[in-house]
C-alpha cells in the first residue's frame, strides 16, 4: 500500500518536505538499530507553519517501510488534516499532542519500547550513573509513572507535569522518551538514553558491585544541565547517518 501512495514532493512547503524527510529517516535508523516493535511505537515532529499540526507514522506501517510521502498530518484533536488510509495510533495521539501543546521547543518526539529501555523503567533506581553515556541523559531526565496504555486524555496533564522542561523521559514499565528543537537532536538524545540504558543491563547482568560515577563529577554535569542538553550535536551526526541511510535503501525520500 505504501508503494501506491503518490509523491508530496511540491505539493508541500519546501520546509515540511524537508521535515518528512528527516522523520521518515529517523524512522528508519529507528528499525536499523532494531529499537522498533512491530509498528507499535511512534516518532513525531512538528509541521512548519502557523497550524498545530504534527507528523506522525501511519500505523500498520514497519518502521523500515516509511517514507517522506507516507506520514500522517494530524491536528491536535487526533484528526488527519491530509486524507491517508492509514489509521492514527490513538497511545501516539495522545503522548506526543500533549507534549507538542504543551513545549514549543519540542519540535520532535520520540517514543520506544527498547528490551534494554523498558528494563530500566521497571527497575526502581532508574538511570543510574555508571557510564559516561548515562550522564547525558541526568542532566535532564524525568520520570512518569505508569497509568496503563496511554489513549485516556486526563493523563495529557500529568505526562507533561512529569516531563516539565527535560529533554529525556523514562516512562516507567513502558519505555524511553526524548524530545528536542530538530529530529536529528532529538535521535542524538534517543540513542545515548538507549546506549546508557544498554550498558546499565548489561553491567547489572554482571553480578558484580558497580563502580558510580564520582559525585563530584555527576554535581558538575547535573549543573550545567541547560549547556549540557542544548549542545545541539545532532547536526555533527546527522548528515552521517543521512548518508548511512542513502546507502542502504534512499527509499525513505520517496
Keep these: 500500500m505504501l508503494d501506491s501512495i503518490p509523491s508530496l514532493q511540491g505539493k508541500v512547503s519546501d520546509e515540511e518536505w524537508q521535515l518528512r524527510v528527516e522523520l521518515a529517516a529517523a524512522y528508519r535508523l529507528v528499525a536499523h538499530y532494531g529499537w522498533d516493535e512491530l509498528v507499535f511505537t511512534h516518532l513525531s ?57 504543551a513545549r ?9 519500547h527498547t528490551t534494554a529501555g523498558v528494563a530500566v523503567a521497571a527497575q526502581s533506581e532508574g538511570l543510574l550513573p555508571i557510564s559516561q553515556q548515562s550522564l547525558f541523559p541526568l542532566s535532564g531526565l524525568a520520570y512518569h509513572d505508569y497509568e496503563g496504555i496511554a489513549v485516556r486524555d486526563d493523563e495529557k496533564v500529568r505526562l507533561v507535569s512529569d516531563l516539565g522542561s527535560a529533554n529525556y523521559m523514562i516512562l516507567r514499565n513502558h519505555g524511553l522518551l526524548t524530545c528536542g528543537p530538530t529530529v536529528a537532536d532529538t535521535f542524538l538524545a534517543m540513542f545515548i538514553l538507549q546506549r546508557a540504558c544498554e550498558i546499565q543491563v548489561a553491567a547489572l547482568a554482571g553480578n558484580q558491585r558497580l563502580t558510580p560515577v564520582p559525585q563530584p563529577i555527576l554535581d558538575k554535569i547535573l549543573g550545567e544541565g541547560d549547556r549540557v542538553t542544548s549542545s545541539q550535536g545532532g547536526k555533527l551526526i546527522w548528515p552521517g547517518l543521512l548518508r548511512k541511510l542513502d546507502r542502504m535503501d534512499p527509499s525513505y525520500r520517496d
Excluded: W, Y
Design 45 to 101: 515532529a512538528r509541521v512548519p507553519g502557523p497550524g498545530h499540526h504534527f507528523l506522525i507514522n501511519p500505523f500498520g506501517a514497519l518502521f523500515e517501510e516509511i517514507t517522506a510521502s507516507s506520514l500522517v498530518k494530524i491536528d491536535l484533536d487526533g484528526e488527519k488534516v491530509e486524507d491517508t488510509p492509514f489509521p492514527v495510533n490513538p497511545a501516539g495521539f495522545t503522548i506526543h499532542s500533549a507534549i507538542h501543546q
Design 104 to 112: 514549543e521547543d519540542a519540535q520532535c518526539v520520540m517514543h520506544t
